[in-house]
């Protein structure tokens, strides 16, 4: 192989943006690339191995965040595993594309069903668990197989943090997935309670991570729980707000990594977000706006910030007019919303919630 050379060639660049960035030896010899050529190509430093017979580009994983990084680590180690192991938890978490936050786990996760073939020792790349699972909660994705996105939230939360199986769990609510099947059949596992409570207490109308470290703040700090995304308005819905309370004529907006400085609306984005504000103000609306380093590192001080708004804005006999869905064209238009105000959370977070 030429020393002179830098970049990996087409037939096996294409063959990798074919199997979504790992390629294993068996996927290659179909394709006429064989395994010792991808050998030579890892010893020239264009490609790394990360499982027996897996690899990814050098540069796709160097420059991959951590999560993605775990994700390739994920799916070779799938594809190593052979067709009867299944990712889960974490790792089949990140396969799905869901959101996550929070530090990458140290190991690749998987479950192998009883009675699919033998065991294997596969420790050294990842960690692989031979239970009883119903089959419905198996599944094969892009070629490796998965654990249903209900089933790989659960297993997340029985072991590790909540919140960030709560933010995964919100986002496979808001396209249509259920946890709490995926709960029922874990009856009796270890940190099963943590996964009850996530699939309890995920909300479907939140739409970034962002929003939900918003209400966990709320459950957290034993605040009143807002409305995700609901619109307010004189006559009609005129603006969404990420999370209303409504008797309180109070809402919260969660600010994402949007940066200003390096985009040329820059200026049109920020008249827009205070002529917004003014807008809403004028509803009778008060706001509190707040970014990731708040509601991520001081949640403490985000939950100070929001007992001073329902504070400042003490509870109305009536809600602001407001609107949990926006009318569709030939829709009937419902009722300006008139639910009642949530109380104080009153929830009590699973022992151990943050580790």
Known sequence: MSARLRHLPPDVAGLLERCFEVVDVATAARAGIDESRLRRLAAAGLLVRLAPGCYVSAAVLAA???????????????????????????????AWHLPTVGSVPRRVTAIRPSGTGPRVQLGVYGDVRIISVPSHQLGRVQGIGLMRTGWAIADAARSGPILPALVAADAAMAAGRELQTAVLAMAGWPGVARARWVAEHADPGAESPLETLGRFTCLQFDLPLPVANAWVGETQPEYRVDGLWPYHWAAFEADGALKYDNRPDASQIVARQGEREWRLRRLGVDVVRFGWDLAWRNRAELAQRFAALLRDNARHDRPVRWWKHVPGVGAVEPEPADWPSPGPAGVVLPAGWDR
């Open 64 to 94: 991959a965040p951590a999560w993605a990084a775990y994700r390739l680590r994920s799916r070779a180690f799938a594809l190593y595993s052979g067709d009867t192991t299944f990712l889960t938890g974490w790792s089949a978490v990140a």
